[in-house]
């Protein structure tokens, strides 16, 4: 079964590569190399992350603590499916209890996640006085 589910994975991941991979060319009027767009050149489509701090922190609150919160959500559940299955089971519940801590760490790796992309900008802000907050 984790076979199978590590497959499907596979699969999912190599075909959003290949989705996220295509190029796409920005037209220009045909005399003045200009964007066909009407000036400027290509903007940028992650607002507000003009510096890599702030693409930092903006991966971390748009993508991993979405990602993760579910993920988590899911652990607990099949955590608590773990500790039921049990049915009283030393072993088993042995491995449900080590499975609802794996569970918390990974929580708050997530969670520190965004501390330490906080304090990054702060510092990198500090220290180049680019950032502001």
Known sequence: MIKKYINSLSV???VSLLWVSKVFAQGTNNNNNTPATGGG?????????????ELLVLLIEKFVLPI????????IIYTGFKFVIAQGDPGEITKAKQSLLNTIIGAA???????????????????????KQ
């Open 12 to 14: 999912a991941g190599i």
């Open 109 to 131: 790796i997530i969670l520190g996640a965004l501390s330490i992309s906080l304090i990054i900008k702060s510092v990198v802000g500090e220290i180049s006085g680019a950032i």
């Open 41 to 53: 050149g290509i903007t940028n489509p992650l607002k507000g992350a003009d510096t890599l701090p």
């Open 68 to 75: 993760g919160g579910i993920i988590v959500t899911f652990m």
